[in-house]
């Protein structure tokens, strides 16, 4: 993978990548001398920062989300595929390209035209300098006519090769919305998985400060500890009880925007996706590979390759304007005054005209196009520039996001264990007397919070893991979708 430049001094050290080579050739192979304009120079890097952590090649099946191991969230994806409008829409717009695709195709074939009738005419006998009777003539006529653009200089080649690039470049970004509704699935299921793991432990919670509040009021009662501790263990409790509705409400809002992301009503997943069930395994080998070959499948990429490709051939169509245009137009046919002799051989008809036209002044009109066209092209060439720039500045981040979530993982594991240790300890020593309820209470706070934070961090992870797939393009290859 490769940034572009216009900078012609570089030009000796430019690759092209094939898929604009081949579009570029085909523009610019009769007539249209597009060298220097978009010249390949710096490549991308030739591993990632984090390579070590990443070193498998890439996957014949890279539906990634097979191996999160959640059927589930496979069926969700499935649906997804098959019933979001983005897709449809996407879907229906390869149809129009293709069908673009057609018709400039058609140009390469003659244009033909049946055509028959009567025709009845009157002509003046006053006309001339002496003054004669008026003529009438009737006749009946049938014939085929026949205009045809003969391709010489390759314009409608040219054409051709433009749709065409579209054409590929619908189908890439079909490509793209299908990676996005996967990873879009996936994210909101993983959202929705972090909400319910959180609900779980503020109901644990719930139970256990319960069982806590119980034993302050026991000991009050018995005189061994003051309504302070009571209130203390209370409002612990009524906070934890306090989360509860806005963690439902997520709970809520997330599922229905996975119904929308599956292109159904809510009711209609709410059954499935109500009861709890744990995030997915976050901890995966990420099969990174080589990263040109993986940035190279990358839509967005694909998409953008293809429109500079057109860019391409609208600029060797603007130059082709210059030259002049060779056509071939005739007719064939049958005329007579009465209808029993159409087909009569003197009834015969037909004429040839081939014709080279050529326009010599128009205004300047065709060099504001081609230089339109030109800078159209730069344009797509800085595009591509950014769109590669960009994939691998999105790629290097949901590394360096996922290994640092991972790591933060480990360390909030700990972190859990000692708490739920603290909590037993000081609840032991409070029962003894032997220490305040303000180091319960703290035990408390303290194992919710982290507990809050290892479920999200896990979420993250998994979130980090998704974007790392989408951003290497994977789950759907423009080049195997068979449209």
Avoid at 45 to 73: A, C, K, V
Avoid at 278 to 294: M, N, S, T, Y
Avoid at 311 to 321: E, P
């Amino acid at each position: 993978m490769y940034l572009l430049s216009r900078n012609k001094s570089r030009h000796a050290r430019g690759i092209l990548p094939a898929c604009i080579l081949l579009a570029a050739v085909s523009a610019t192979a009769r007539g249209a001398n597009l060298s220097g304009e978009a010249v390949l120079t710096d490549s991308i890097p030739s591993h990632w920062t984090y390579d070590e952590h990443f070193n498998q090649t890439i996957p014949t099946d890279d539906n990634w989300w097979h191996r999160l191991g959640d059927p589930l969230l496979d069926t969700l994806i499935a649906r997804g595929i098959e019933g979001n409008p983005d897709v449809v829409i996407a879907s229906k717009r390869i149809a129009m390209a293709k069908e673009a695709l057609n018709a400039a195709r058609s140009g390469y074939y003659p244009t033909l035209g049946l055509q028959g009738g009567w025709t009845k005419s009157r002509t003046s006998g006053a006309m001339g300098r002496e003054t004669m009777a008026a003529t009438t003539d009737d006749y009946f006529s049938l014939g085929i006519n026949m205009s045809w653009e003969i391709d010489v200089f390759g314009k409608i080649h040219a054409k051709s090769s433009q749709q065409k690039a579209l054409y590929n470049a619908t189908r890439a970004e079909y490509a793209a919305t299908m990676v996005a509704l996967c990873a879009n699935i996936a994210k909101a299921y993983v959202n929705l998985r972090v909400w319910q793991g959180e609900w779980q432990v503020a109901t644990e919670h719930i139970a256990s400060q319960e069982k806590i509040l119980k034993i302050t009021e026991a000991r009050h009662e018995a005189g061994l500890a003051s309504m302070l501790d009571v209130t203390q263990a209370r409002i612990v409790y009524y906070s934890t009880q306090a989360s509860m509705p806005m963690l439902e409400t997520s709970i809520r809002t997330t599922i229905n925007s996975l119904a929308l992301l599956l292109g159904v009503y809510p009711r209609e997943v709410t059954a499935m996706l109500e009861p709890p069930r744990p995030l997915p395994d976050h901890r995966q080998l990420v099969p990174v590979g080589v990263p040109a070959e993986l940035l190279r499948r990358r839509p967005d990429i694909v998409e953008a390759e293809y429109e500079l490709a057109s860019y391409a051939a609208a600029l060797g169509i603007a130059k082709r304007d210059f030259l002049p245009t060779l056509s071939l137009n005739g007719s064939i046919g049958t005329a007579a005054h009465r209808a029993g002799d159409l087909f009569s051989h003197e009834s015969l008809t037909y004429s040839i005209a081939p014709t080279l036209t050529w326009t010599i002044f128009d205004g300047l009109s065709r060099r504001a196009n081609a230089v339109s066209a030109r800078q159209q092209m730069e344009i797509g060439i800085e595009s591509y520039n950014n769109t590669v720039m960009t994939a691998v500045e999105e790629v290097d981040n949901a590394i360096a996001t996922y290994t640092g979530t991972l790591r933060n993982l480990d360390i909030l594991d700990d972190v859990v264990e000692q708490s739920r240790k603290s909590l037993d300890l000081s609840l032991d020593l409070y029962k003894r007397g032997l220490s305040p309820f303000n180091n319960v209470v703290t035990a408390q706070m303290n194992l919710l919070e982290y507990q809050n934070s290892a479920v999200t961090a896990g979420g993250r992870a998994l979130t980090a893991l998704i974007t790392l797939y989408e951003a290497l393009g994977g789950g759907w290859d423009a080049a195997d979708m068979g449209l």
